[in-house]
């Protein structure tokens, strides 16, 4: 199902506990697609946003760990100029449908 106020963000993550680190990483690909370590790109409604601050805020250490979600606009209505280098090129995340 596409919706249409669907955001696109980057959510980067700074963990100082590698079991906490892995528990991040797990619940992140839960909302998101994988784009280099401790980065992900997430379409999300506002519903979801704020579940995965949830999740995020019950699984992170305050004190010792980081987490940045950065809004880049309208999923469907953004471009995202971005400079990819190396090996792996960068291509924003798309809406696919679900067959069920």
């Known amino acids: 199902m596409v919706t249409a106020d669907e955001r696109l963000y980057f959510v980067v993550y700074d963990i ?4 906490r680190w892995r528990s991040v990483f797990k619940t992140m690909h839960g909302y998101g697609d994988w784009v280099q370590l401790s980065v992900f790109q997430c379409r999300l ?7 995965l601050i949830a999740d995020l ?4 250490h ?13 999923a469907d209505n953004v471009e995202p100029q971005i400079v990819s280098l190396g090996k ?7 809406r ?3 067959i069920v």
Not at 62 to 74: S, W
Not at 88 to 94: F, L, S, V
């Open 16 to 19: 100082a506990d590698p079991k």
């Open 45 to 51: 409604t506002r519903l979801r946003h704020a579940e």
């Open 57 to 60: 805020d019950n699984l992170i």
């Open 62 to 74: 305050n004190g010792e760990d980081h987490v940045v979600i950065i809004d880049i606009g309208l």
């Open 88 to 94: 792996r090129a960068y291509t924003p995340i798309t």
């Open 96 to 98: 696919e449908p679900i």
